[in-house]
């Protein structure tokens, strides 16, 4: 075992040297990307298909790095998660979207709705209930208009501090939206122990639903579900116009995705909003 075990080391040991030294670098620009503004929210729309109209966006979080360029969040959340940097990063999402949303619908839609992922190492955080309710105020914006997405795997956590977050966010009027639904966990008790408002349908099952059988069934499948359980149901990386029209016959809520409108700045979704409110 010592043998294979100094095989191994010797073997990875320049590459990992990269990675560890690449990882640091970008953690040490990552401390201060916040203070230096370098952190960017998009916003993907989010559209009825009983109205045809947008009803709601989803923040997506992006880092234009000084000299990297744009960082995806697939990198940065994984980095802000080990190095903790997700509090500040998490609140600063949270703060920004408020306030973008109290915007939006203070002059062009009362009823819009944003969409803000939370990742479940936030949940570890003292105070994220309270943080929440005082971005909401600061922004003067009600608790309805908020959905914080969340995974299946945060809701079968019964740690303490969890449960009481999601109770006390539950008492605040806030619903959940879950995110990727149906890849993690296969329980549905936290559905009724919890307020869970919306399901969304995980892109990898949107993506093959006219070819595929087994996904075309997970879709009607999760549909139905919701439909029984009075809750909308989203499904997202909508390409197509056939995933459109199947998602559309099958009874979908809403659907995102490219084919409705990539992830863009603000300036891009208010002039999307103000097309759509004219028509
Ligand atoms: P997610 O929450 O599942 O977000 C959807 C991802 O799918 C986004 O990637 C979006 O750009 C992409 N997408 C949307 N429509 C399509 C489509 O039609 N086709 C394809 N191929 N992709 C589509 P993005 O922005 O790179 O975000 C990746 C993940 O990073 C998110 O997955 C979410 O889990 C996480 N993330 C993003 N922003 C935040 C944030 O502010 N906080 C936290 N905690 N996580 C975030
Ligand atoms: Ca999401
Ligand atoms: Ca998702
Ligand atoms: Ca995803």
């Not at 040490?28 to 729309?45: G, I, N, S, T, W």
């Not at 360029?69 to 509090?87: K, M, Q, S, Y």
């Not at 920004?96 to 479940?120: E, K, Y």
């Not at 639903?209 to 149901?233: F, H, K, N, P, Q």
Request: glycine share 6%; aromatic share 6%; hydrophobic share 45%.
């Amino acid at each position: 075992v010592k043998q294979q075990g100094r095989n191994d080391f010797a073997f990875f040991r320049p590459e990992m040297r990269v990675r560890i030294a690449n990882l640091l670098q970008l953690e040490k620009h990552l401390r201060h990307a916040v203070d230096r503004e370098e952190l960017k929210l998009f916003y993907q729309p989010q559209v009825s298909l009983e109205t045809d109209r947008i009803v709601g966006v989803e923040a997506l979080v992006r880092w234009r790095h000084p000299e990297r360029g744009l960082v995806l969040p697939g990198e940065l959340i994984g980095l802000a998660e080990e190095t903790r940097l997700i509090f500040p990063i998490g609140e600063w999402v949270l703060r920004q979207a408020c306030r973008q949303l109290a915007r939006w619908r203070q002059v062009l839609d009362p009823g819009l709705r944003m969409a803000v992922n939370l990742s479940a190492v936030q949940f570890q955080q003292p105070g994220l209930a309270e943080m929440v309710r005082s971005a909401l105020d600061d922004a003067g914006l009600e608790p309805q208009a908020l959905e914080l997405e969340v995974t299946e795997s945060l809701l079968m956590d019964n740690a303490s501090r969890t449960v009481e977050t999601l109770t006390m966010l539950k008492e605040m009027g806030i619903q959940l939206s879950i995110d990727d639904f149906g890849t993690g966990y296969s329980s549905l008790v936290y559905l009724k122990r919890f307020p869970v408002g919306q399901l969304k349908i995980d892109r990898s099952f949107v993506r093959d639903i006219l070819e595929d059988s087994g996904d075309a069934a997970i879709c009607t499948a999760i549909i139905a579900l919701a439909s029984y359980l009075r809750l909308e149901v989203v499904a997202e990386g909508v390409e197509t116009p056939e995933q459109l029209d199947w998602l559309r016959r099958s009874g979908c809520d809403r659907v995102q995705g490219y084919l409705l409108g990539r992830p863009a700045p603000a300036a891009e979704i208010e002039a999307m909003l103000a097309r759509d409110a004219e028509v």
